[in-house]
């Protein structure tokens, strides 16, 4: 194969972009540094990017050589638009997923029981909202394990869905996209994120009406062969349980460490309409404390597990538990350095999302649907 080949130029524009994606705005200069190609190379391909409209040129910084400053690459954020959905067991969100991984959002709705329901709504949704925007992708995140290759919903087992394709119930004219939403919270953060720059191995834990986890190991998201990696809310954490779980399982950690276990443990009236708005009533009540407390060392018993079994360099805290504030989260830390292994937290870092007034989902799901289109370039 001869080095000039069209299939190495491919590679070597979506490595280009790829690069621009993860680090704008950068130089030419930066981005012949990370990828190893040549100034030239990389001249010539950032201007068949810019005439294809991917990316433009935003200003200069700095200086590369005596007098000469460096011109710097963004993607162009309009370039291409996906639409985007966050399910939710009781509502889903939706909105606009811009090409450099941002999110407007746009709505919500409340989330049927029966997938085929479901569908028609997105359906709905596209086509009002593709007559007032070129949409490129609809991408989807889902409460469970999915297929990404079939594009089948394998099991959401608080949604009570199984074995849903896709592909059948979503018939449009842009390629669909879906993948867990722990697995999308980790992308968001992976590209947003500063502190995951230089951090390899990661978990996003994300705690609502279920508990799922995404995981980051050797820098990429990991999925496993069927799918079904990360998830460590049906670990089991206790044995002799005799409570079961949605998956058919007893004893799975999301049964004490989901909003629902706080709300079963109050055990009384709160308002709100579901899980999420009793949960947010339960969160200022002050005779709520002590099982606030035992809820975030339920937490740390799975984190500990994880940490122990993983070795990250950081665990990331998402979905409902966001604003419990600092008292909150030093019970999780403290739980997990007493109990886990010394050398696996030594340079643990554990916080909270940095995604608050936005789904992590829904930006992932945007994500998503930007590494998609990348791999398109030709």
Request: charged letters at 25%; a neutral charge; glycine letters at 8%.
């Amino acid at each position: 194969m001869k080095y000039n080949s069209p299939r190495i130029k491919i590679l070597n524009k979506k490595s280009i972009l790829k690069v621009i994606h993860e680090n704008h705005p950068i130089s030419r200069s930066d981005i012949s540094e990370v990828t190893g190609l040549t100034p030239s190379s990389v001249t010539r391909l950032t201007k068949e990017l810019i005439d294809e409209g991917y990316i433009r040129e935003i200003g200069t910084m700095g200086k590369n050589s005596p007098g000469r400053r460096r011109i710097l690459l963004d993607l162009r954020k309009n370039a291409f638009l996906s639409l985007v959905f966050d399910i939710g067991v009781n509502i889903t969100t939706y909105g606009i997923g811009f090409f450099d991984g941002e999110v407007e959002p746009r709505g919500t709705f409340n989330t049927p029981k029966e997938p085929v329901e479901f569908f028609n709504i997105v359906k709905e949704i596209y086509e009002r909202i593709s007559g007032e925007y070129r949409i490129s992708r609809i991408s989807l995140s889902v409460p469970g394990m999915v297929d990404m290759e079939e594009k089948k919903i394998l099991l959401a087992p608080n949604l009570e869905w199984e074995n849903v394709n896709i592909k059948e119930l979503l018939k449009v004219d842009v390629p669909v996209l879906a993948d867990n939403e722990a697995n999308l919270s980790m992308l968001a953060e992976k590209y947003h994120s500063e502190d995951l720059r230089n951090v390899k191995e990661a978990v996003f834990i994300i705690i609502r009406e279920g508990v799922g986890t995404g995981l980051m190991i050797d820098g990429k998201i990991f999925r496993g062969p069927s799918f079904t990696a990360g998830e460590a809310g049906h670990m089991t954490v206790n044995m002799y349980s005799d409570r079961q779980c949605h998956c058919s399982n007893w004893g799975c950690w999301e049964l004490v460490s989901s909003i629902n276990w706080t709300i079963e443990q109050y055990g009384k009236e709160l308002p709100g309409k579901n899980a999420i708005e009793k949960f947010q009533a339960l969160k200022q009540r002050n005779d709520a404390k002590r099982i606030l407390m035992k809820f975030a060392e339920n937490i740390a018993v799975g984190i500990v597990n994880l940490v122990n079994i993983l070795n990250p360099e950081l665990v990331i805290l998402g979905g409902e538990v966001v604003d419990l504030g600092e008292n909150f989260l030093d019970i999780i830390k403290d739980f997990v350095h007493q109990r886990a292994l010394k050398a696996a937290v030594k340079d643990l870092k554990i916080r909270t999302t940095e995604f608050r007034n936005i789904s992590s989902n829904l930006v992932g799901a945007a994500v998503l649907a930007v590494e998609d289109i990348i791999e398109e370039v030709k």
